[in-house]
């Protein structure tokens, strides 16, 4: 095609099949900017971009709105940062009590919500709004001020306003001054019956909806919810964990910390503005609850399934979310730390990939260069990549260890691995070996095929083989609890002892003596513990 047709059609790419989500503000604006020089036509105005690259907190929302119809969870009501515990319990019995009743349809509304909600006021607007032209500056003024008054009015849509409600029952401050304007399950049963809610109350949601930015993709995205999800899904999520420490926080903002300070001298400090309740400390206070009240939303919302438990990170939700809003021929590239499908606290994710047969490709990467700078050199990361749910791929492969971005290219690295070779290296948990080449692979691979598993349970699908090590589990030694048990190499001789230096086998005081390893020494026998 000539360069003029190409440009064309790359304008039309980007403004009709290019969606994205950013809780920065300013991250938004430049995806827009660089979208925008990519797919600049002469002789037209800029793609009109902001329905399809928004800002907004995407792991915070609503993302199925069948959610709704099972009421608010009592679990948003525990107590967080500046709450009163008291109030936290009468409001989690009210809404007890209202959610219950309201799945009985005892109350005059009931949540009907279980099938699909038909399309708001809101949403056909919005797909209105993109239907709009935009081949002169005209017509995409017209366009923006369109959009922007949609923006204004939609947090008024009844399914917008349940949405929020739902959501704003995590966040808000639960005291006694505030009670009265925190959501409950009453609440959205009135919405769901047509009625309206009192009108403080909604204010006070629509603002937390501004604050934390909401993200609703039934609602934002709702033409392409609607078809099933996204044909392809990318990112590179925040690996930080979902929570807000004082040294992290305070050490870049408050004047007179030293990164030399002990703990001690530090929460003096920090002390200090704590008392004199500085805007500073208020800010903190804000951040802290705001990273404990998304915590409890992904553990108790009943969006999450398989991030929901484990250490509260931000990637394991990311990639569900990935996961869920990609559509059944939706492909997925994810770059996030090797944990994902190494660590047990992720191990429903890594069985999920390791049984779907969707894994196509999984670089492991140290960062030791660093490929990622202001990263840890000892973290690895892992890059992703999923096929299809319709896709039924026999292998997947696998290069790990690797130190460049160029090591991927380099096909002696690379071997390939079976769903069933997967779950017979970790037939418990699921997650995957991070092994370094094929070789090692091979005779990993043929040691599990050959011997018997640790425990029965843990058997997987046409192993054919039983085990007879039927084992116990228990301490053997206390470090602390034992100790009296214990004898150094020099106590022994200063006390007459002897100790044979082949085996370190001897006697003392009449009793035999033994070696004692600790556990952390078995790593020295380990060819894979290459780093300190």
Known sequence: PSEELRQQCLRDVVAHCIYGVDKNPMAVELCKVALWIEAIEPGKPLSFLDAHIQCGDSLVGVFDPKVLGQGIPDEAYKPLTGDDKTICTSLKKENASFRKAGQKGTLQGTLNLQGCPPISRSQ??????????????????????????????????????????????????????????????????????????????????EQAARDFRFFHWHLRFGEVMEKGGFDCVLGNPPWEKSVILEKEFFESRLTGLEPSMNKSQRSAVIDQQRQLNSLLYQEFEQAKKSAEATSVFIRSSNRYMLSNSGEANYYPSFFELFLDSSGLRGSIGIIVPTGIVADDSNKRIATYVGKSNRLSLFLDFFNKEPIFKGVSSNLSFCLLTLCSRESKLESSVFACKLRKTEDAADHTRLYTMTSFDLRLLSPNTGTFSVIASKEDKDIVVKLHRLNEYLSPDSLPEKSNKDSHWNPRFGNMFHMTGDSSMFYTEDAIHAAGGKIEPEDWVGSFDGADLHPLYESKLVDSNNYRYSTF
């Open 124 to 205: 056909q607007r919005l797909q209105e709004i993109e239907a709009m032209p935009e081949t002169t500056l005209a017509e995409g003024s017209a366009k923006q001020a369109a959009y922007e008054t949609w923006e204004q009015e939609r947090s008024s849509d009844p399914q917008s306003l349940a949405a929020d409600l739902y959501t704003a029952a995590f966040f808000l401050p639960k005291t006694q001054a505030s009670r009265s304007k925190v959501p409950t399950t009453q609440h959205l049963l009135l919405l769901q019956s047509g009625q309206e809610i009192p009108g403080d109350l909604e204010l006070v949601v």
